[in-house]
């Protein structure tokens, strides 16, 4: 079978049907770029210690990850949901640290990446969210 065939098979399996012949990606990823003060960042990294625990619990998080720069200045989340989850990590697990995570550090962009619905994005948007919409490709 040739490529484009090959494609089209690995969308009907792995994508659900979205209106006007879209399809909705089974997961959304997200890649934060944070800005944190260099002296907030003890703070910081402690708070975040508390939020990786509480989503630890989280079935349908797959991919929940903070790295640091050298100087501390700079932290990159790196998430991965089940599509249907991020709502509720966002309203549910992270609302109750929300405020103080704003106050020790700014989203300086935000990457989406997948098929994110209306409700997702009422969530990202606010963040400045660019959405990157899959055309190819895999994830084991």
Known sequence: M?????RCILNRLF??????????????SCLFSLAVKP????EFKALISNIVAATRT??????YEYSVN?????????ERYNADAVVSHVDTTF?????????????????????PDAQVRKRL???GAVYMTPFDGFSR
């Open 2 to 6: 040739h490529r484009l065939g090959q």
């Open 15 to 28: 994508m659900k049907p979205l209106t006007q012949g879209l399809l909705m990606h089974p997961h959304i």
């Open 39 to 42: 002296e907030a960042f003890p």
């Open 58 to 63: 989280e079935p349908d998080t797959l991919v």
């Open 70 to 78: 050298e100087d501390n200045s700079t932290v990159h989340i790196l």
């Open 95 to 115: 609302a109750p640290f929300g405020k103080r995570f704003l106050e020790l550090c700014t989203v300086s962009s935000l990457v989406v990446y997948g098929t």
């Open 125 to 127: 948007d606010p963040f």
